[in-house]
């Protein structure tokens, strides 16, 4: 499987970013996605899980009401939408493969990840 993540880049805060994350995979939507971000220096730290019908969603604490996972099936893409951006969500953002079809917001519940893409919000 090879995750190719997309979207990043420098918003201000307050601002939005949507990443897109495809993968080369015909089975795509027998799996759950998430979303995982990383700053250096700190563990991966989880931001949101859909399962593979994309009707049920985990979201990490920190993101709750601002960010919205949703996928694409039939394309085989995953989506993340980003409002209200904070410094603090500056970070790698990394798509990953879950091992099952559910929700899932644990790293080794997921069994394939994408390169990452560098978010950057300015205060």
């Known amino acids: 499987v090879q995750l190719q993540a997309s979207g990043g880049g420098l918003v201000q805060t307050g601002g939005s970013l949507r990443l897109s994350c495809a993968a080369s995979?015909?089975?795509?939507?027998?799996?759950?996605m998430g979303w995982f971000r990383q700053v250096p220096g700190k563990e991966r730290e989880f931001v949101v899980g859909?399962?593979?019908?994309?009707?049920?969603?985990v979201y990490g604490d920190s993101v709750k009401g601002r960010f919205t996972i949703s996928r694409d099936n039939a394309k085989n893409t995953v989506f993340l939408q980003m409002n209200s951006l904070k410094p603090e969500d500056t970070a790698v953002y990394y798509c990953?493969?879950?091992?099952?079809?559910?929700?899932?917001?644990?790293?080794?519940?997921?069994?394939?990840w994408g390169q990452g893409t560098q978010v950057t919000v300015s205060s």
């Open positions: 859909i399962s593979r019908t994309g009707s049920s969603t």
């Open positions: 990953a493969v879950s091992k099952s079809g559910f929700a899932a917001h644990l790293m080794d519940d997921f069994s394939s």
């Open positions: 995979v015909r089975t795509f939507s027998w799996y759950g």
